[in-house]
Each structure stands twice: as structure tokens, then as C-alpha cells.
């Protein structure tokens, strides 16, 4: 088994199977709680709830060898393979896959641009690859991220760093991308991924900004049928989504043992400071039993 997100299963997103905007989503998944406001942990004779250890974290909290978790987060995968190498698909990688298969359709023969080259944005580079994407650009100031996103299926490169990256993915799409994944969750980015929009182009928002960060988007520049939206999750219901993505990989088409590095327990430091630099594109922590 693997675990992706919890959802409600009742409300009326979950039952058109959006389950990934579940009305509930924010609190299931950082509520430290079940709905009914119950807590795996248990609560000590007499302790009030408010004083109590809370676990429940994406409706999990699985820093450990075992995890009470809700049905809706649990994924049956293949016994043939190691479960430290699929446990990332149930959050990042489906993300990244499925707002390119899912969320946006991408058509074959299609332009896609790809703001950021980290584990999100490299399995959607990976998805675009597999939907016969003509151009998948992608951008990022991380020269070794753009390497890997080059070998995984990225036609083009752009240093965000070097030049206008504007005029560069026009230069390649000539008249701009279809799709723009936006993901670095910076404002000055999400603006970008609007202006190089191609007439009736979609740009998707994944990356989680701050409260209250606003985007300035020149109101005109939407009359030509594009479109920005948000995702999560990549509207994967992961107990069909992820059994897909299992099927790419063992077809050599969505190598994720590329991305991952794993890490003992006891390097969760490390990890952590391998991650925030870069120089591990999705960090793994092996949780070993005592």
C-alpha cells in the first residue's frame, strides 16, 4: 500500500470524483484531527482535547513504522516493487503527471512550458512527453535541474537567469505556449506564465504561495480565450491515477527512480537540507522497523 491525500467521500466535489477539492480538504488534511474531531493518538483520561498530542498531518502524519489513516488516502500498488520508490507518487508525482494528463488534456503536438524543475515539475515534463507534447520548455535557474529535465523529456531549456525567458518561449512556439505549468509560486511567475500564453492557452497554477500573495495579470492579454486556473493534486483520484503511473513506469516511460534519493531515518537533516539545496530532487526517508 501507498497513501496519497484523504478526502471526505460525501460532499459533493468527492461524489463528481474532484475528491482532490474536497469541501473538507484543508481540514482533514492540517485539522490534527478526523472530521468528527477524533484523534487516532487517543486522548489520556481526563486531558482536555486542546492540550492533547495531535497527529493527522495530510491525514497521516507517517513518521513512523505504522499510520492509522483513512481509507480514501489508501492505494493498492504492485507487491513486485519497492514501496520506498512508490510512496512519492501519492503526492508530488501525481501532482506534476496529473495535471498534464488530467487537469489540461495536453494534446499531441501541443507547446507546454514548465515553471520550475523540481520533482513536480519533472514528472510533468515526463507527462508531457508521454501525451506527445511537439515543445515542453522548461524553465528554471537551476542549471544541474534543467540537465535532468533535458534527459527526461524536455525539448528545450531556459535559464531564468539568462536573457527574456518571454521572448524565448515565443521563439520556440512562435506565438506561445498552450499550456504553462506554474509552480515555483512566485507572482512575478504566475504573470509570466499568463503573458506567454498562446490564444486559447491555458496556465495552471500548482506552486503554494504564501496567504494573501496576488498576481498582477494585464486584464487584456485574457480576451484571447486564455485561461489561468489552479490545481491540486493533479485531479488524480489516486486509487485510479496511481495504478497508471505504475503502468508508465514499467514501460520506461516514467522513470521516477531517477528523481528519488533516499535517506535514513536518522539523516532527516540532511535530507532536509539536500532538498532546500537543490541538489535532491525528492528526498525519501526509509522509516526502518525496530
Known amino acids: 500500500m501507498v497513501l496519497s491525500y484523504p478526502s471526505c467521500e460525501e460532499c459533493r466535489y468527492c461524489r463528481s470524483g474532484h475528491n482532490a477539492y474536497c469541501e473538507h480538504a484543508f481540514e482533514i488534511c492540517f485539522g490534527g484531527s478526523r472530521l468528527d474531531g477524533s484523534n487516532a493518538l487517543g486522548w489520556p483520561e481526563g ?14 502524519s507517517s513518521f513512523a513504522t505504522h ?14 516493487l519497492p514501496l520506498e520508490l512508490l510512496a512519492p507518487l501519492g503526492c508530488g508525482f501525481q501532482t506534476g503527471a ?33 501525451a506527445g507534447a511537439a515543445s515542453i520548455i522548461a524553465v528554471d535557474i537551476n542549471a544541474s ?36 505549468l506554474e509552480i515555483t509560486a512566485r507572482p512575478e511567475m504566475l504573470k509570466l506564465a499568463v503573458d506567454v500564453l498562446a490564444p486559447l492557452g491555458t496556465a495552471a497554477l ?17 480576451l484571447n480565450g486564455r485561461m489561468a486556473r489552479g490545481i ?11 495504478p497508471r503511473l505504475i503502468e508508465l513506469y514499467r514501460a520506461g516511460q516514467f522513470p521516477i527512480d531517477r528523481l528519488v534519493r533516499f535517506f535514513d531515518f536518522e539523516q532527516i537533516n540532511d535530507a532536509v537540507e539536500q532538498a532546500r539545496k537543490g541538489d535532491a530532487i525528492k528526498a525519501v526517508l526509509r522509516v526502518a522497523a525496530s
Do not use: C, W
Open 145 to 180: 535541474r534543467l540537465a535532468v529535465a533535458r534527459e527526461l523529456g524536455a525539448t528545450h531549456t531556459i535559464n531564468g537567469r539568462d536573457g527574456n525567458t518571454a521572448e524565448q518561449i515565443r521563439g520556440i512556439t512562435g506565438i506561445g505556449a498552450d499550456y504553462v
Open 98 to 130: 496529473g495535471a498534464i494528463l488530467n487537469s489540461l488534456e495536453v494534446r499531441p503536438g501541443s507547446h507546454v512550458a514548465v515553471f520550475g524543475t523540481g520533482a513536480v515539475g519533472l514528472a510533468a515534463i515526463m507527462a508531457a512527453k508521454v
Open 67 to 80: 499510520a492509522v489513516v483513512d481509507q480514501s488516502s489508501v492505494v493498492k500498488v504492485p507487491d513486485d
Open 206 to 222: 500548482i506552486g503554494g504561495a504564501p496567504a494573501g500573495a496576488e498576481a498582477p495579470v494585464d486584464m487584456n492579454v485574457l
Open 47 to 60: 486531558e482536555a482535547h486542546e492540550a492533547a498530542m495531535h497527529g493527522h498531518f495530510f491525514g497521516q
Open 232 to 242: 491540486i493534486q493533479g485531479d488524480a483520484v489516486p486509487q485510479v491515477f496511481i
